[in-house]
């Protein structure tokens, strides 16, 4: 394909994606409030868990038809780096003041470091521990990924402790079924969105000869994080910014502790490239532990700090970009 259908592609899938992710956040709203979920539990459980399907979609299609799991973990791992510092600053360049709880910092963010620390602990077992593993290669098989599955459903469980005690507002009636029926439809349109920009991104990845590591960790995981981006800067323009952050800290964690293990689920035995993934594992962790700085100080993120964490971005752009390019060589494997 040429460069100018390439990037037609790319603009209508983006529309598309715009689409899906404008019905899923309007049913899962509606649904949430229906049910009596917290805005809080609402983020971080159901809107994350529905706009990280196509970061579950990729994990899915680069294992079965690509045979290419690492691939999907690098486009999982770049995916919440984006998240984690490119949503934030979106978010708050579009609120008048984008703040921050206690419950957020204390909860939602430490509770992602402990993912973070998880499927570190993961991979570092699937190195040492398992049969074939190295210490540049983590085999991960079907028992082993129970760990980070099983502290998943430790946070669903703490999330919906929210809900024991909350009083939800009396909302007038809804058509469950039609509710139902557009979340569905919104997940569908939002796969097939993603399929469409992430076919252009390999497309321009192939026509300008990108190794295909750094088109996952930066293009396709900024392109299956569109959902997420839509999503909460839709909501900081609502002043919804509880919803707003916690959708990337949930959406996240979901990504970390069930869409890799799934991966695993599917082909029973599968290997990570350990010495490649824990560079990246590392990065993440710190710019947490920056974002939780930032989101705890006056419980608001700022203009100066949104763009520290755009600038944080763009180094870390820069550092894959140096590494692929074999300018520096501190990462082995790319």
Known sequence: MSVVSLLAL???????????????ERSARRLSRHYGVPAAVHGAVVVAIGSSFPEL??????????????????????????NLLVIPAASAAVSEKFSTTRDIVHKDAQFYII??????????LGATYIEGGTDTEAILTRPLVLIPLLTYGVYVFLQFQDTRD????????????????????????????????????????????????????TVIAAGTSLPDAFVSVRAAKQDEDVTSLTNVLG????????????????????????????????????????????????????????????????????????????????????
Do not use: C
Request: net charge negative; aromatic share 12%; charged share 10%.
């Open 10 to 24: 790319a603009i209508a899938s983006t529309a598309v994606i715009w689409k899906g992710s404008e019905l899923l």
């Open 57 to 82: 979609s990729s994990i899915i299609i680069s294992t079965l038809i690509h045979n290419e799991f690492s691939l999907g973990v690098g486009a999982i791992v770049g995916s919440a780096i984006f």
């Open 115 to 124: 993912s973070i620390l998880v499927l570190f602990l993961t991979f570092a």
């Open 166 to 217: 909350y009083v939800s507002p009396v909302t007038p009636d809804i058509e469950l079924k039609k509710e139902w029926a557009t979340l569905i439809v919104g997940l569908a349109v939002i796969a097939i969105g993603v399929e469409g920009i992430v076919r252009a991104a390999l497309g321009f990845g192939s026509l300008f000869g990108a190794s295909p590591f750094l088109w996952g960790l």
């Open 251 to 334: 959406s996240n964690t979901f990504n970390l502790l069930v869409a890799i293990p799934v991966g695993v689920l599917i082909v029973g035995t599968t290997t990570v490239n350990f010495a490649l993934a824990i560079p990246m594992l590392g990065f993440l962790a710190f710019a947490t532990i920056v974002f939780v700085v930032f989101t705890r100080t006056d419980l608001e993120i700022t203009n100066a700090e949104a763009a520290t964490f755009i600038g944080l971005y763009l180094l870390f752009l820069l550092w894959m970009f140096l590494e692929t390019a074999g300018i520096v060589n501190t990462v082995q494997g790319i």
